[in-house]
């Protein structure tokens, strides 16, 4: 049996003014990606399935977001906002294209999961012409209610129009819905805009399905992964939500997380296996951790890879380029940039690492600092294989250091250093026999209070 094809029209418009941001609301993010991404990635996928995005005038931002999460996704403008049918109509172009399911849903619901896009679409094989997401609410107020009769959606009745019999009907609208897509043009241009706003309504699709004498019905879900965000304090809402489940992912895939509360995770982060997170670490995106790595305690990561068997911090932070091969451990106080720091490196203390290629089983001591930025320009340092970095020393790129080679403790390195070879720069050392006790004695006869 061929499958059905699919087109998921995401409404992204709105300006989201309860954000109190010049960011527009769908940009803003949950688990280090954004909320429209979120909602991007759980649509349906691959072969026959097809992709439109509403967006607002001027959202150039929101259309460049579009395009790096989903290439096959096209963007549509809605140049007036008068209404959730009308625009879903600012996709009319793809609309008429003919998918067989026509899935309508909100850039600013990020809990959403592809599962139940995918249990959405089920009734259209089975003749319904509409099915409409539902959750059950602790507290409806305010939600459209679903009012069913045996099985079949007869009407959604918005809180303000709901008699008291049907305000105590817990089954909300959630306001994702999908269309048989042989009939969706023609439910979407009979909707009118006969009320107090002049505006289209997506809910009076119900009402204009059973005129036709079509099916309409109900598939529930969590009010979880309904959760629309309007203002700041529903995004760490639902960030709450997202940590609690991708926590819950990280650890039913053997992850060892010993305070998991206090771990914060990207969606997209990566583990191998006989990882261990310790308390207090934040996880950003793009982060791959491999088999047997400990991340120690307030640990900041981005973008980043660590090997297998690679220790991480506690304090340190991994900016983003960074990749640790197997073994190689940075420690306390220690900041990585776009550096790769091959297999049995140790960075253990109070070092910066920038713009730099470290070589296997090299030491970096205490204070170690490669100066990668002239004001103006970023430079490379490269650190051969087995090399020694005394403590307290400072790299000046563009500089290379050779295999194998020793650097003293305090230098300022400015030149090459050739594989093998020692390199110290420092200022002879000056004693002089008595010094610190005659300036004490100055010092004292110059706080002492005169006479007279």
Request: hydrophobic share 40%.
């Amino acid at each position: 049996m061929t499958a059905r094809s699919s087109l998921t029209v995401v409404l992204a418009a709105g300006e989201g003014t309860r954000m109190r941001s010049s960011l527009p609301k769908v940009l803003h993010q949950v688990a280090g990606q954004s909320l429209l991404a979120h909602v991007l990635d759980a649509a349906p996928h691959g072969a026959g399935a097809s992709l439109a995005v509403v967006i607002g005038p001027d959202h150039k931002a929101v259309a460049d977001e579009v395009r790096r999460v989903r290439a096959d996704a096209a963007s549509f403008v809605q140049a007036e906002r008068l209404g959730t049918a009308h625009a879903v109509l600012a996709a009319r172009e793809a609309i008429a294209r003919g998918a067989d399911d026509l899935l309508v849903a909100f850039g600013d619901t990020p809990l959403i999961s592809a599962e139940t896009f995918t249990r959405l679409r089920a009734p259209l094989a089975k003749g319904a012409a509409l099915a409409v997401l539902g959750f059950r609410a602790a507290d409806p107020t305010g939600y459209g209610r679903l009012l069913l009769q045996g099985d079949r959606l007869i009407a959604i009745r918005e809180h303000a129009d709901a008699t008291d019999e049907e305000r105590k009907v817990t089954l909300c609208n959630a306001g994702v819905m999908a269309f048989d897509g042989g009939q969706a043009l023609k439910i979407l241009d009979r909707i009118g805009n006969a009320n107090s706003k002049g505006e289209y309504y997506l809910v009076d699709a119900v009402t204009i399905v059973r005129e036709m004498g079509l099916e309409a019905v109900v598939i529930e879900t969590s009010e979880d992964e309904v959760r629309g965000i309007n203002d700041k304090a529903q995004l760490a809402e639902a960030e709450a939500v997202m940590q609690t489940r991708l926590r819950k992912a990280a650890l039913d895939a053997g992850v060892t997380l010993i305070a998991p509360d206090t771990v914060y995770l990207a969606a997209d982060t990566k583990f191998g296996k006989d990882v261990t997170i310790e308390p207090f670490v934040v996880i950003g995106p793009g982060v791959t951790i491999d088999d047997g790595a400990v991340i120690h305690s307030f640990t900041h990561i981005v973008h980043s890879s660590v090997g297998k068997k690679a220790l991480v911090g506690p304090f340190a932070r991994m900016r983003p380029g960074t990749s640790l091969g197997e073994g190689a451990k940075i420690g306390n106080f220690v900041e990585t940039k776009a550096s790769t720091l091959e297999a049995g490196v140790k960075v253990n203390h109070l070092s910066y690492i920038g713009d730099t290629h470290v070589g296997a089983n090299s030491n970096l001591g205490a204070g170690t600092v490669t100066c990668n930025y002239d004001g103006f320009f970023k430079h490379k340092t490269l650190i051969g294989e087995g090399a020694f970095v005394g403590t307290n020393s400072s790299l000046v790129a563009p500089v290379k250091i050779g295999k194998g080679a020793y650097i003293g403790s305090g230098s300022v390195i400015t030149k090459d250093v050739p594989d093998d070879a020692m390199a110290v720069e420092r200022s002879p050392q000056s004693n002089r026999e008595g010094g610190a006790k005659r300036y004490r004695e100055m010092k004292l006869r110059a706080k002492k209070p005169k006479e007279g």
